[in-house]
């Protein structure tokens, strides 16, 4: 049916397939968020910038965040925004330390197997944080 796009697309106002559309329209609905926190592709996204976090951002929590705060918006994040992700991080790792099962379910979403040499807790609280940082309005709508 090439007249109706996938309904995730419509969340993001994608153009129908009827006509070329130069410049799309930018709004912002709570299905986006929901779409962008939930769907199976974007948690998997999330783990996976999370595993390049680790392996490539350094050795501290502060420093893995920044790395992939500069992935996603080519910038380096401001303090008042490194505080609130290390806060996230924090209890993230807090909660999946306490709930292992939790993790892995976290981490068996999408088709590709994660990285078995990082930590699972870890690894979830990582990717918990991914996740923010790609919901972040500076990356959603980037130009």
Do not use: H, W
Not at 15 to 38: D, F, H, K, W, Y
Not at 67 to 89: C, I, K
Not at 93 to 121: C, I, M
């Amino acid at each position: 049916k090439r007249t109706s796009p996938p309904p995730s697309m419509m969340n993001f106002d994608a153009a129908g397939r009827e006509t070329c559309i130069v410049r799309e329209s930018r709004t912002n609905t709570p299905l986006q968020a929901l779409n962008l926190m939930n769907d199976v592709t974007y948690l998997e996204a999330s783990r996976k910038m999370a595993e390049r976090m680790m392996r490539e951002g350094g050795t501290s929590p502060a420093d893995r965040i920044a790395y992939g705060f500069r992935l996603a918006t080519a910038r380096l994040p401001r303090t008042n925004e490194t505080d609130v992700l290390l806060a996230g991080f924090g209890s993230q790792l807090d909660f999946y330390q306490t709930n292992s099962g939790a993790a892995a379910k976290l981490l068996s979403q999408g088709e590709s197997a994660r990285d078995d040499k990082l930590p699972v807790n870890e690894l979830a609280a990582y990717s918990t944080v991914a996740s923010l940082i790609l919901n972040l309005d500076e990356t959603i709508t980037k130009q």
